[in-house]
Nanobody, 117 residues
Framework: QVVESGGGLVQAGESLRLSCVAS????????MAWFRQAPGKEREIVAS????????YYADSVKGRFTISRERAKNTIHLQMNSLKPDDAAVYYC????????????WGQGTQVTVSS
């Protein structure tokens, strides 16, 4: 199970920090990630982090503005979002991929991020 927190309403240019806590059998985590889905758009990956070595991936649209980090001991990841734009508004989902899984197989309920211009 993964549970997100930290969404909210901000103005363009401001920052938000999302958090996601994984619980249950987390010993076989391969990666965790943040996805987002805006109304009328497909879900897209925003950032990911591999659990064994910390390798990070960012979508081009957020590079330089968003930072994904982890606290391994707490099975937690964060997404620091700076210089937010109206286009960043979406429901943000945390996801977990287990070792051996082909894709992310555990999803949170999502947290709303709204950015006013």
């Amino acid at each position: 199970q993964v549970v997100e927190s930290g969404g909210g309403l901000v103005q363009a240019g401001e920052s938000l920090r999302l958090s996601c806590v994984a619980s249950g059998a987390t010993f076989n985590t391969y990666a965790m990630a943040w996805f987002r889905q805006a109304p009328g758009k497909e879900r897209e990956i925003v950032a990911s982090i591999r659990w064994p070595n910390g390798d990070r991936y960012y979508a081009d649209s957020v590079k330089g503005r968003f930072t994904i980090s982890r606290e391994r001991a707490k099975n937690t990841i964060h997404l620091q979002m700076n210089s937010l734009k109206p286009d960043d508004a979406a429901v943000y989902y945390c996801a977990l991929q287990r070792i051996g899984a082909r894709s992310y197989d555990t999803w949170g309920q999502g947290t709303q991020v709204t950015v006013s211009s």
